[in-house]
């Protein structure tokens, strides 16, 4: 063999080593895989020990060669070995369980009041035959004011403390403004509710806040009557609140003409008069009233053969006394400890 061949040769065995080292995972093949390469009768000792055969400048190359390769490999071998030292160590850790720990204690979810009492209404009403519909957060004035029968420069856009965009969109106050945009999109009759969210201009307090829930509920055909609003509305506090004795007070809202408002006997003090209902005994939670003609005209629908009623409720207000809970600012805080209460 010239010097060439033996150098190849060397070259060979040490990467048959690495390769062999590589595929090593557990310690007792890595002691074999050491001997086979750097003990007695190794083919590297081999190599060596047939040096006497070689002229003297072979022989100082392939000593270096293999010297070189005896370190390379046991190199290899004792980065093997720390790796699998550390590897073991950690599976051994990981078998280590005591039985005698205390458990890791589940987190059970649960909807939350608003989401509760939502969903309860949704199914409430849809048995009664209404279908859901939504419309957008961010409205035109055409449907928060003007379609509802409050026009620019009617007084009673001072009723509500509107946020305004500065494109001129608002982020509707009411969810009366699906009611047209409801009419205008289905023929009648008509019965449906529209859940979402509404924004007002408010200083925070316990039962204001800028952003609220609130239900709306139109129903529409010819022989919609004030006695079918107050049934209704009856049953869904009924069924909400469990409450059973209200009353219907004339009021004004732009969009219905007669306008009302339904109150119930207040659920904290039942009619002797607290602090909450302000010593009158009732609460008011429902406005109401029949659809006004003009808001029948805005949607395109004649009102001499249609007639509606329709109704908002404050849905945060319903939940608050449903709950008894007396800031309305706790239902949104995310606290657990006041939420893992419901
Ligand atoms: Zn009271």
Redesign the pocket.
Known sequence: MNSDEILKKIENVLNKAKTEFNQTIDETSLEEIYKNYLGKNSLLNNILHSMSNYEPEIRKKVGMSVNNAKIEIEESYQNLKEKLKVANSKSNNSLKIDLTLPGIKIEQFHQHPITSVLNDTVEFFTSMGFEVVEGPEIETAHYNFDALNIPDNHPARDIWDTFYLKCGLIPRTHTSSVQVRTMEAKKPPLRVIAPGRCYRYESVDATHLFMFNQVEGLFVDKTAKLSDLKGILESTVKHLLGVKKTRFRPAFYPFVEPGLDLDIE??????????????????EVIPCGMVHPRVFEYAGINPSEYKGFAFGMGFDRLVMLKYNVNDLRLLYSGNLDVLNQF
């Open positions: 207040c659920v904290f003090c039942h009619g002797k008069g607290c602090s909450v209902c302000k010593s009158s005994g009732w609460i």
